[in-house]
């Protein structure tokens, strides 16, 4: 089945050091969406990409989807405090265009501490 | 308020006692979906619904059962608990759109199994 891996599980970075964190598939995806999740919580939509080479950004997050819509990263510029939380990808992999069926598979997650 | 709510949110139960955790969405979303967290597998889905009287197994479907009756519920069900079912457990829902498919994630309900 599809899987998507993502790296690193774990960062820790002093605060105002960038962040980034990767996403691969194992098939080319529809679309891929991130997440964040901060302690305690529950996953909350960031963005999402469609085109092949899509470039989003956010504040000082910079969302990209790879040539081959295989891979994805999310980077965060100048880290704050208020970023701490774990950050998901999920590809999404459309399976039946006529029923609208698709899987949507999410990375572990990277969880990201920022240090004062 | 556009939300997906679950109850209970905290539940600590013994093997073997049947249970349900309820899941409602006012969003009128066709697709809903659960998972379950555990520390380093991230999120892994157990069960989706791409609509009323529709169902299917996602990645980890054992042990668990759901029903959707009504389009704005979708209830999982453990028969006989086990305590390698003791997790963090989301409800998510999403329209089935090509491209607004984002998932609105519950609150999370919190299951110990002694």
């Known amino acids: 089945g599809q899987q998507v891996m993502q790296i690193p599980q774990y960062q820790h970075v002093q605060e105002g050091e960038d962040f980034t964190t990767y996403c691969n598939s194992s098939?080319?995806?529809?679309?891929i969406q991130w997440y964040k999740q901060r302690p305690g919580g529950h996953p909350v939509f960031l963005i999402q990409?469609?085109?092949?080479?899509e470039v989003k950004k956010q504040k000082r997050l910079t969302f990209q989807f790879g040539e081959a819509k295989k891979n994805s990263s999310l980077h965060i510029t100048a880290t704050q405090t208020t970023d701490v939380g774990t950050y998901f990808c999920?590809?999404?992999?459309?399976?039946?265009?006529?029923?609208?069926?698709?899987?949507?598979?999410f990375g572990k997650g990277t969880k990201l501490s920022v240090i004062p | 308020e556009a939300q997906v709510t679950q109850n209970p949110r905290y539940l600590i139960t013994v093997t073997g006692k049947k249970l349900t955790v309820t899941c409602s969405q006012n969003?009128?979303?066709?697709?809903m979906s659960w998972y379950r967290q555990d520390p380093g597998l991230g999120l892994r889905q157990i069960y989706y619904?791409?609509?009323?009287?529709?169902?299917d197994k996602g990645d980890v479907p054992e042990g668990y059962k759901v029903s959707r009756k009504e389009k704005r519920n979708f209830p999982l069900i453990l028969e006989s608990p086990s305590p390698n079912q003791t997790s963090l457990y989301f409800c998510?829902?999403?329209?089935?759109?090509?491209?607004?498919?984002?998932?609105?994630f519950g609150p999370g309900t919190r299951l110990t199994v002694l």
């Open positions: 969003m009128n979303h066709e697709y």
């Open positions: 998510a829902s999403s329209a089935l759109a090509e491209i607004y498919n984002e998932q609105f």
């Open positions: 619904s791409m609509n009323v009287e529709v169902t």
């Open positions: 999920a590809g999404r992999v459309l399976l039946n265009s006529g029923a609208g069926s698709y899987q949507l598979t």
């Open positions: 990409l469609v085109k092949s080479g």
């Open positions: 098939t080319t995806l529809s679309n």
